[in-house]
T-cell receptor
Framework: GAVVSQHPSWVICKSGTSVKIECRSL??????MFWYRQFPKQSLMLMAT?????????EQGVEKDKFLINHASLTLSTLTVTSAHPEDSSFYIC?????????????FGPGTRLTVL | AQSVTQLDSHVSVSEGTPVLLRCNYS??????LFWYVQHPNKGLQLLLK??????LVKGINGFEAEFKKSETSFHLTKPSAHMSDAAEYFC?????????????FGTGTQLKVEL
């Protein structure tokens, strides 16, 4: 099946620094990738939709200048949390849609746990 | 607008007994519905999906779900629970838009399996 990886799996950073999270589709090309955020014991909330070669579409309430998304190739999307603060600590999960397959199925990465001190 | 409601935040069953995780949905269009499972510190795994074909959908690990339009429900069941089934389960509805599909997640149901 389709595999999506994320790197790093966890990261701890100081307040005010920026953190980059990578999402890769390993065995398929993904024209669209999605970034989610999950707080402890809560559901996943869609942050943004990332289309290869174009600007990401952010959900209401998500600061685009704080959460920078780049989807430069069909297999890689990155999320950069700029000037991170403790309230940004969360579990970030990406997913990818295989443009050749079922348009309704997304394949999820294992997630990245961000802790901001 | 679309949404899903998972009626139970926690479900506890004994090993070997049936599992029922309830989900109701709301969608303006014919929905695609999914159940995902999330084990601690692991990624989401697709259990099964409904995409307007057979209303009874069989998934992995013995799980199945039935789409009932009249009740707007998509409950997840398994005849006999196993210890390894203990995890968080999410009911998800999908709306296909011009830019791709957007998933809306339910709040999750924590399944506990006891000996």
């Amino acid at each position: 099946g389709a595999v999506v990886s994320q790197h790093p799996s966890w990261v701890i950073c100081k307040s005010g620094t920026s953190v980059k999270i990578e999402c890769r589709s390993l065995d398929f090309q993904a024209t669209t990738m999605f970034w989610y955020r999950q707080f402890p014991k809560q559901s996943l909330m869609l942050m943004a939709t990332s289309n290869e070669g174009s600007k990401a579409t952010y959900e209401q309430g998500v600061e685009k200048d704080k959460f920078l998304i780049n989807h430069a190739s069909l297999t890689l999307s990155t999320l950069t949390v700029t000037s991170a603060h403790p309230e940004d600590s969360s579990f970030y999960i990406c997913s990818a849609r295989d443009f050749r397959g079922d348009s309704n199925e997304q394949f999820f990465g294992p997630g990245t746990r961000l802790t901001v001190l | 607008a679309q949404s899903v409601t998972q009626l139970d935040s926690h479900v506890s069953v004994s090993e070997g007994t049936p599992v029922l995780l309830r989900c109701n949905y709301s969608s303006s269009y014919s929905p695609s519905l999914f159940w995902y499972v999330q084990h601690p510190n692991k990624g989401l795994q697709l259990l099964l999906k409904y995409t307007s074909a057979a209303t009874l959908v069989k998934g992995i690990n013995g799980f199945e779900a039935e789409f009932k339009k009249s009740e707007t429900s998509f409950h997840l069941t398994k005849p006999s629970a196993h210890m390894s089934d203990a995890a968080e389960y999410f009911c998800v509805v999908s709306l296909f838009t011009g830019g791709g599909n957007k998933l809306t997640f339910g709040t999750g149901t924590q399944l506990k399996v006891e000996l």
